[in-house]
Structure formats: structure tokens, C-alpha cells
């Protein structure tokens, strides 16, 4: 079956860095564009970034723009996020999931990762 | 960036009722909309794609309308699980873009 795991979080300081890892497995990783997506506590969602099936091509929202890098391992089935110039308005679970073929939406997700920013 | 609003940000219902909960996109995003639910400590759940197209294995009692710029979600006969907070997301742009959400509570 379908599975995303991230990993990398936890509490880092203003200004640090901070790289999440998303390991997949149960479908060919090379086939699927992938997101990150975030959420603060107690509230909403945040799309953060995309990247396509080659990594080819990569969008970011504007809050993080500059500072995130979003990237990927076809061989190693797995999704990265390197984050840096940390803020406290980045804390939030990272989710990281799967965008269907043919604009079906996003179809899976992981269990998410939770960053904290704080001094 | 093509903005999201959602609208009631919060819905009291019961078991039984039937629920609509409204999308509105800043710009025309064709019918590149989804719906999603979230539960508390949860991942969000595809719900509805392409505004209309019911996911996989999603009860036949929530249903998607619209197109351009207005979309609704509507529940047909609210069930007990059906208690979750509702996202909408478009993705028409390369810049994707989710509404605040709408937590639907049991009256």
C-alpha cells in the first residue's frame, strides 16, 4: 500500500536550518509530482512547494521563497525540504504528499513532521 | 496568487442535515478544485477533484459543483463521522492555494 513517511523535524532556533526527508513507498516515486504542505497549530492549511516527477520543475509559495529548497531521489524513493533562515511563523506539521495524475488532486498523505521555531 | 475563500467558517449541524459549504476562488480556476477533510491529528483526506469527481472509496452522500470561480461542497445526509473540518484547494495556478477551512460541529 501507499505510504509517506517524513522524518527531520523538531525544535530549532530562529534563524537555523532544519531538512525534512519524505521516505514513499508502495508506488513508483518517479512517476508522481510531489508537495509539502504545511499546517500551524490550530490552524489552516499552507501549500508550501511542489516539485515535478524529474524535479524539472519547482514552485514555492511566496513565504518561503528564498529560504526553502525543495528536492528529490528517484533512486532512494524519497522527497527532501531543506529549510533555512528559520522563523517562528514556520512552525507547523510539514506534510508531505502525493498529487494524483491528470489534476485528480492529492491523493495521499504522510502523518507529518512537526518543526518548531523557537529561541 | 489566486486567493481562497471559504464560507461559513464554522457550521453547527445534525445527524441527518443536509450541509453546503462554499468556495470561492479570487480568479477563474476552471474546474481545478478539490475538497478535502481533516480530522483532529490528522492528515487531510481527498474528498472530491476536478470540483465534481468523487475520490475513491468517498461515500456517494458528498457531492461537488461548480466551476470558474464558485464552488460548494455539499453533504447530503450528515453522518456522525462527517464531523471534521473541510478544506478547499485550487490548482489551476502553479501556485496552489487552500481556503481558511470550515469546521463543521454537531449541534
Known amino acids: 500500500q501507499v505510504q509517506l513517511v517524513e522524518s527531520g523535524g523538531g525544535l530549532v532556533k530562529p534563524g537555523g536550518s532544519l531538512r525534512l526527508s519524505c521516505a514513499v513507498s508502495?508506488?513508483?516515486?518517479?512517476?508522481?509530482?510531489m508537495s509539502w504542505i504545511r499546517q500551524a497549530p490550530g490552524k489552516g492549511l499552507e501549500w508550501v512547494s511542489y516539485?515535478?516527477?524529474?524535479?524539472?520543475?519547482?514552485y514555492y509559495a511566496d513565504s518561503v521563497k528564498g529560504r526553502f529548497t525543495i528536492s528529490r531521489d528517484n533512486a532512494k524513493n524519497s522527497l527532501y525540504l531543506q529549510m533555512n533562515s528559520l522563523r517562528a511563523e514556520d512552525t507547523a506539521v510539514y506534510y508531505c504528499?502525493?498529487?494524483?495524475?491528470?489534476?485528480?488532486?492529492?491523493?495521499?498523505w504522510g502523518q507529518g513532521t512537526l518543526v518548531t521555531v523557537s529561541s | 496568487d489566486i486567493q481562497m475563500t471559504q464560507s461559513p467558517s464554522s457550521l453547527s449541524a445534525s445527524v441527518g442535515d443536509r450541509v453546503t459549504i462554499t468556495c470561492r476562488a479570487s480568479?477563474?480556476?476552471?474546474?481545478?478544485l478539490a475538497w478535502y477533510q481533516q480530522k483532529p491529528g490528522k492528515a487531510p483526506k481527498l474528498l472530491i477533484y476536478?470540483?465534481?469527481s468523487l475520490e475513491s472509496g468517498v461515500p456517494s452522500r458528498f457531492s461537488g459543483s461548480g466551476s470558474g470561480t464558485e464552488f460548494t461542497l455539499t453533504i447530503s445526509s450528515l453522518q456522525p463521522d462527517d464531523f471534521a473540518t473541510y478544506y478547499c484547494?485550487?490548482?489551476?495556478?502553479?501556485?496552489?492555494?487552500f481556503g481558511q477551512g470550515t469546521k463543521l460541529e454537531i449541534k
Open positions: 504528499a502525493r498529487q494524483a495524475w491528470g489534476g485528480q488532486g492529492i491523493d495521499y
Open positions: 508502495g508506488f513508483t516515486f518517479s512517476d508522481y509530482y
Open positions: 516539485i515535478s516527477s524529474s524535479g524539472g520543475t519547482i
Open positions: 480568479h477563474s480556476i476552471n474546474n481545478w
Open positions: 476536478k470540483a465534481s
Open positions: 484547494q485550487q490548482y489551476n495556478s502553479f501556485i496552489y492555494t
